[in-house]
């Protein structure tokens, strides 16, 4: 299973940008799809992006296309989310996920590692 931890969240104005980590290590991360989902206060966990750890194929959510780029870095075995132009409606705590198996996928259910979360806030 593959380990995962987060960083880089914390409170920006509107319009501002953070970036990420998400560190992983442990067996088969060089295999997987690692992926970024936020849930809003009240609300449930979404699907933000998804990138294949092996060939750097990107698939975004509607909403943040444009605004964020997810890239990784092989050697660090850390995927980064830089998000630009943030909005208050960013406003969640950001999980990093890991698809063992690989694909590009939207669905939470089929990613089996979790990492704790980061929050990032975004005041208007």
């Known amino acids: 299973q593959v380990q995962l931890v987060e960083s880089g969240g914390g409170l920006v104005q509107a319009g501002g940008s953070l970036r990420l980590s998400c560190v992983a290590s442990?067996?088969?991360?060089?295999?997987?799809?690692l992926g970024w989902f936020r849930q809003a206060p009240g609300k449930e966990r979404e699907f933000v992006v998804a990138?294949?750890?092996?060939?750097?194929?990107?698939y975004y959510t509607d909403s943040v296309k444009g605004r964020f780029a997810i890239s990784r870095d092989n050697a660090k075995n850390t995927v980064y989310l830089q998000m630009n132009s943030l909005k208050p409606e960013d406003t969640a705590v950001y999980y990093c996920?890991?698809?063992?198996?690989?694909?590009?996928?939207?669905?939470?259910?089929?990613?089996?590692?979790w990492g704790q979360g980061t929050q990032v806030t975004v005041s208007s």
């Open positions: 996920a890991a698809r063992s198996s690989g694909g590009l996928f939207s669905s939470q259910r089929l990613y089996d590692s």
């Open positions: 442990g067996r088969g991360c060089s295999s997987s799809t």
């Open positions: 990138i294949s750890w092996s060939n750097g194929t990107r």
